[in-house]
């Protein structure tokens, strides 16, 4: 069965007493676990945070690591070797606060826009190094690496569904602990010629799934068809985890996240039990 969860923002930011507002409210909806952004993993009391999980149910469906190229500014495809040690050093304190809590780590942001000055394909190789050695690290904790394919807007290669797939592949034949793929619906509906092929192309490589509207806000106030991939996910046999991301200007975080609710529950209800 197929787990809802819905998007926190920097958990680095949060107060405890911020934290545990957010988690009662996604509670009381009926959600069934929280997705935060983190950005100084080592510095997250862990302990106090999953105390807070396991008060009201919930757990983590993943932790998303764009922080570290916009807070930390990181990046895999970083020409300086240094640089991407210093990448690789902060994602396995990520993947050992994953662990911790046994959620995938989500990663896209930190491979880094690459450059006019820099060749891209050189970066991609470097990005292939740092990957290949995460997704080993996580292998110890028994978690994924999930890969984001990001549209031309914000990354400059490896937008769509396809193009990543064949690029974590290649990654795949040198490693045993596979890399999984991060589907977000959204990036897909800019990159890809038709969002339901793109998913049952992802098949058992699809480790994550990101829903957010065409607009950037609560599913259904756009045009995405969330009932074509809920139902296309149902029958691959999909039963990770579907993480919400609304935009934190489209409307009040408790408001974003009953809106959401209310929208996708009967559509996952159809999809198990309406056919």
């Known amino acids: ?55 009201y149910g919930l757990k983590f469906s993943g932790l998303r690591s764009g922080g570290l190229y916009d807070r930390q500014h990181v990046r895999f495809s970083d020409p300086n070797e240094e ?10 304190e990520m993947i050992d606060l994953a662990g911790y809590f046994q959620c995938d780590v989500l990663f896209g942001r930190v491979q880094g826009w690459i450059p006019e000055d820099e060749d891209i394909e050189t970066g991609k190789q470097y990005i292939a190094q740092c990957v290949k050695e995460c997704t080993e ?3 110890k904790y028994a978690i994924n690496f999930d890969y984001e394919p990001i549209n031309r807007y914000d990354m400059n290669y490896n937008h769509t569904t396809r193009e990543t797939m064949e690029f974590v592949q290649k990654i795949n034949e040198g490693v045993e602990h596979k890399v ?44 995405i068809d969330f009932k074509e991939v809920i139902c296309i996910l149902e029958a691959m046999g999909y039963d990770k985890w579907i993480a919400f991301e609304v935009g934190a200007d489209f409307c009040d975080y408790e408001q974003g996240a009953a809106d959401t609710y209310r929208f996708i529950k009967p559509i996952l209800d159809y999809a198990y039990n309406g056919r």
């Open 1 to 55: 069965m197929i787990k809802l969860a819905y998007g926190l923002g920097m958990l680095d930011d949060m107060s405890l007493e911020e934290f545990e507002a957010a988690a009662k409210a996604v509670s009381e909806i009926g959600y069934d676990g929280l997705e935060p952004s983190v950005c100084s993993p080592a510095t997250i009391d862990k302990e106090k945070v999953k105390a807070i999980l396991d008060k």
């Open 83 to 92: 640089g991407r040690r210093r990448a690789v050093e902060l994602m396995k």
């Open 137 to 139: 690290y996580c292998a």
């Open 180 to 223: 999984l793929l991060l589907m977000d619906i959204y990036h897909s509906f800019l990159e890809d010629y038709q969002i339901g092929a793109a998913f049952v192309r992802s098949g058992e490589l699809c480790g994550h799934v990101h829903f957010r509207d065409s607009n950037g806000g609560v599913p259904g106030t756009g045009i």
